[in-house]
């Protein structure tokens, strides 16, 4: 089971378990109510009966003097349970009759370990029938998640030769003609649709990548020259530090495709991307159209608009993670958004090879 599908089933069992567990509560809360009152009930038929004929050795006897707001046969609960009845021949006492408040506890305890007990039954049912029931509504996701990675890697098997196939027609012919700008747009397509394989590959395998020594600053501009051919409206500002960084080279690279490829495809005038690299800190900040909701762009499948698939940011989300890079956002609608990432120090602490 995937983490978004865990997450999908913990999501549908704790609220499917929780609101039965409620109503089951609500219903137990009535029911013992409805047994309290019953017993009470039982105690005041049991005192007008014993006011006849006094043969119950539960009960005591007092007289009391009688007062304006002593009601007859008024079931009383407080340190003792009573109920007062008028005495034949006698005008200024009434008869007070007692149960023990002793035997009043033990029946009500009984009640509450026996409601207690079939409710702890009720919970464990409706824990398993959650548990079914949470697998049951999963299912259709499952099999959903299946055929979109299944229609992915169709996808990612017929993308890999006519790619490899045309990068390989491109450099024959720039040997015939360097310098033709033709060759030069269509190479840069080509490498793009390469970059969105590569995204894809590791959506689904989630590959492992070697660690090497990566000199960031030329990286950095190797990727914004690239950029800079696909889409020449964007005006590059670099503030690079020299910095040699001993990590993940290839997710490095992902990270910078994603977040440099949104920057650029949601840009507005102005047209600037700003790249900054200071000390372990990456910003890379663009004059685009904004987001809207920036806590939610790393979920996967996530986006706000009709382009993409809304895995790129997931998958630089991911690598980050994996890196042990601290990743910020901010943004502002009609302004532009503004990436950091933050370096572990460790990775800059080892020396050139």
Sequence with gaps: MRKYEKEAFLKSFLIFFISLALL?????????KERLHFIK??????????????EDE???IDFVEKKDNMKIGKLYINDEIYM?????????????VIYPIEYYKQDTEIIFKDILFKYWIYLFVIFVFS???????????????????????????DLNTPVSSMLLNIKMLKKKDPDSPQLKRLELGVKNIGNLYKNLEYFIKENSFEKKETDMKKLIEDKV??????????????????KICFCEREALIRILDNIISNACKYNKKPYVVKITLKNNRLTIEDTGIGIKRPSKIFKRYYKEGERGLGIGLNIVKKLCDMMKIEIRVSSEIG?????????DKSLFEREKI
């Design 24 to 32: 089951g509560g609500i219903i137990s809360f009535f029911y013992y």
């Design 41 to 54: 009930d039982k105690i005041s038929q049991e005192m007008w009966i014993y006011n006849y004929n006094f």
């Design 58 to 60: 539960r009960f005591a």
């Design 84 to 96: 007062y009845f008028p005495v034949s021949g006698v005008k200024d006492q009434y008869l007070k």
């Design 131 to 157: 548990i079914f029931y949470s697998l049951y509504s999963l299912y259709p996701l499952h099999y959903a998640l299946n055929l979109l990675n299944e229609f992915l890697r169709d996808i990612i098997h």
């Design 225 to 242: 020259e690239f950029f800079r051919n696909l889409y020449p409206h964007i005006s590059f500002e670099l503030d690079l530090e020299d």
């Design 335 to 343: 302004r532009g958004t503004k990436f950091t990432l933050i370096f």
